[in-house]
């Protein structure tokens, strides 16, 4: 079993930031990697940002150039950081892990993921 615990939601007004961490109890390997996700009211659930244990990022269109997604290694902890937050941002954020054996392009589906967090709220007022 792998925990994983997100923190760092809250509810910010348009245009501000909020960072999230994921604390893991076991870090992917080379061939893994680490992803958040969000999941709107009566949306499905979607990849936001992934990263792998090299550093190596990959993200939806609608965050690039607006969130960033890193690493602590050391600490087996992942950080999102959101910036330019806007309304349609709000949603359950959560994180999760592939632990390896996957395709790179793959690490945004959710389906393909191990173990998951049990979320954080982000809410974004206009």
């Known amino acids: 079993q792998v925990q994983l615990v997100e923190s760092g939601g809250g509810s910010v007004q348009s245009g501000g930031s909020l960072r999230l961490s994921c604390a893991a109890s076991?870090?992917?390997?080379?061939?893994?990697?680490m992803t958040w996700f969000r999941q709107a009211p009566g949306k499905e659930r979607e990849g936001v940002a992934t990263?792998?244990?090299?550093?190596?990022?990959m993200y939806t269109d609608s965050v690039k150039g607006r969130f960033t997604i890193s690493q602590d290694n050391a600490k087996k902890t992942s950080y999102l950081q959101m910036d330019s937050l806007k309304p349609e941002d709000t949603a359950m954020y959560y994180c999760?892990?592939?632990?390896?054996?996957?395709?790179?392009?793959?690490?945004?589906?959710?389906?393909?993921?191990?173990?998951w967090g049990k979320g954080t709220l982000v809410t974004i007022s206009s």
């Open positions: 999760a892990v592939r632990l390896g054996g996957v395709s790179w392009r793959g690490c945004l589906s959710f389906y393909v993921m191990d173990y």
């Open positions: 076991r870090y992917p390997s080379s061939s893994g990697c």
């Open positions: 990263i792998k244990t090299d550093g190596t990022t």
